[in-house]
């Protein structure tokens, strides 16, 4: 009798499988998302190949001596940041980002610069052409003698010329047009995907290569394909920025080798991208003199402090509830903060509407904000402009007072750093015993009607 073909029924959104088709997914509840696809051969003789190539042994923890792992440091700061301190060889790094955002760009500047520390670097295309990429590389002036171009799909091709060649980074760009001839489904498919990351996690880990993979974001912003690629990879990035802005963030989600809180800021210019080392310059850079409903706030993003603009503009409700929206804000850190300032300090808010935004594209997303946001929203409100020194750092509780937040030391310096004359903190931070900067003027409120009496006296 004929061996029945053994296929599954694969979610494309999130690699549940099924023997069955079901036109929903009993896992993301996504609709007609079920593919079906072959199964892999089980016989296949690399699942019993370990790391190293040999069939691994158990070892005393005291016998193992830690091998090289020395980083290698690009010349772009913030990419080496974001990675933890530079690149560690042998690791595979997932960056997946909006069509057009600029992945291919950067990996191809980072390519050219550890090329320039002497690596030997192999970018892989499956999505443009060699001479495509060579434009590119004119245009952002790299040169590189032991930098290659290769346009290929195929991954056990892609892994024959790494035997040969033995470069020291590879880019693939990008895994969704990756293909494994055992497998039978289309490229981008989840058993593709996954697939082709394994082999090439594979390589990475035998020859001690740095793998760059590129991955396509699905609309809902994560990286297409199963949640399983993030996991098989050492290290997740996300390149993000505003369509209508020229500055890109570049987001660790997740690192084996570095904390992930830390961001990169980019600016993508016609010579490609440029790093910004000053990025609370370009936060404040078109602050409006003497407007209202503005308010300066020193938040962290990562180990690093970043000067923002939070700005409001409260306006009578026409008719009806009133309206509340934020941008780069999260909505109920702001709702809740109108109602707080509605009880707590008297401001008649419930029939205005309030519009707020993180000015710059940025998000933010942390406590120390709220008091920046509610000055913002009562000098709107008062329509009484804060002072253009002035820099607010604080959380807000619900009964009105203001709690201490973190790394006040560091915030506090890049205000001063900026030229801000006065910083309104949090009372119980002032006595944390850290190390003042001398020109700027710090004041200690313990309630939100305190601070925004000092702000508006
Ligand atoms: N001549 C140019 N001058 C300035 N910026 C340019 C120029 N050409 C391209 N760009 C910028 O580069 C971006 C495209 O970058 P890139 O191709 O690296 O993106 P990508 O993320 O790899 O896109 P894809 O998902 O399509 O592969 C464009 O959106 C544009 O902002
Ligand atoms: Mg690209």
Same mark, same amino acid.
């Given at each position: 009798m004929a061996k029945k073909k053994a296929t599954v029924f694969v979610c494309q959104n999130c690699g549940y499988e099924l023997p069955k088709y079901l036109g929903k997914c009993p896992s993301c509840n996504a609709w007609n998302q079920m593919v079906e696809e072959k199964l892999p051969d089980k016989t296949d003789s690399r699942s019993r190949v370990t790391m190293s190539g040999k069939k691994a042994k158990a070892v005393p923890i005291t016998s193992i001596t830690i091998e090289n792992e020395e980083r290698v440091k690009t010349q772009m700061v913030e990419f080496n940041r974001v990675l933890g301190g530079g690149?560690?060889?042998?690791? $595979?790094?997932?960056i997946g980002g909006d069509p057009g955002i600029g992945k291919s760009t950067l990996l191809l500047q980072?390519?050219?610069?550890? /090329?320039? &520390?002497?690596? +030997?670097?192999l970018y892989v295309s499956g999505e443009e052409s060699t001479s495509q990429i060579k434009m590119r590389a004119e245009r952002l002036e790299l040169r590189g003698s032991d930098f290659y171009i290769y346009t290929e799909t195929e991954v056990s091709a892609i892994a024959e010329t790494i035997e040969t060649l033995k470069p020291d980074y590879v880019i693939i760009d990008s895994i969704q047009t990756m293909h494994h001839v055992n497998i039978d489904s289309a490229s981008g498919s989840v058993s593709q995907v996954r697939e082709s990351t394994s082999t090439f996690m594979q390589i990475a880990k035998m020859n001690g290569i740095a793998i760059f993979i590129v991955g396509h974001v699905t @609309? %809902?912003?994560?990286?297409?394909? =199963? +949640?399983?690629? %993030?996991?098989?990879?050492? #290290?997740? $990035?996300?390149?993000?920025? *505003? &369509?209508h802005h020229t500055f890109r963030i570049l987001r660790a989600v997740k /690192? !084996?080798?570095?904390? #992930?809180n830390e961001i990169g800021i980019f600016e993508?210019? /016609?010579?490609?991208? %440029? *790093?910004?080392?000053? =990025?609370s310059q370009l936060f404040l850079e078109e602050r409006l003199a003497g407007a209202t409903g503005s308010a300066v706030v020193a938040?962290? %993003?990562g180990t690093r402090p970043i000067l923002v603009e939070i700005q409001s503009l409260i306006a009578p409700t026409v008719f009806g509830n009133a309206k509340r929206t934020a941008s780069g804000l999260d909505h109920s850190r702001v709702s809740l903060i109108l109602a707080v300032l509605e009880k707590r300090t008297g401001l008649l808010l419930q029939n205005q509407d309030a519009y707020l935004k993180a000015a710059g594209g940025v998000r933010l997303d942390e406590p120390a904000i709220d008091l920046a946001i509610a000055i913002s929203i009562a000098s709107s409100y +008062? *329509? @009484? *402009? #804060? !002072? =253009?020194t002035d820099c607010f750092i604080g959380e807000i509780g619900l009964t009105g007072e203001i709690r201490s937040i973190s790394k006040i030391e560091q915030r506090v310096k890049e205000a001063a750093k900026l030229g801000f004359k006065r910083v309104i903190i949090p009372k119980n931070n002032i006595d944390d015993g850290w190390d003042r900067p001398k020109n700027i003027e710090i004041i200690g409120c313990t309630t939100l009607s305190e601070a925004i009496k000092r702000a508006f006296s």
């Open positions: 690149v560690v060889p042998g690791s $595979l790094v997932l980072v390519s050219a610069q550890l /090329n320039q &520390q002497g690596g +030997k670097v @609309k %809902e912003g994560s990286i297409a394909g =199963p +949640k399983m690629l %993030e996991h098989m990879v050492d #290290t997740v $990035l996300y390149f993000e920025g *505003e &369509q /690192n !084996r080798f570095g904390s #992930t993508m210019r /016609n010579g490609g991208l %440029e *790093e910004v080392l000053n =990025p938040a962290m %993003e +008062k *329509e @009484k *402009e #804060t !002072r =253009p």
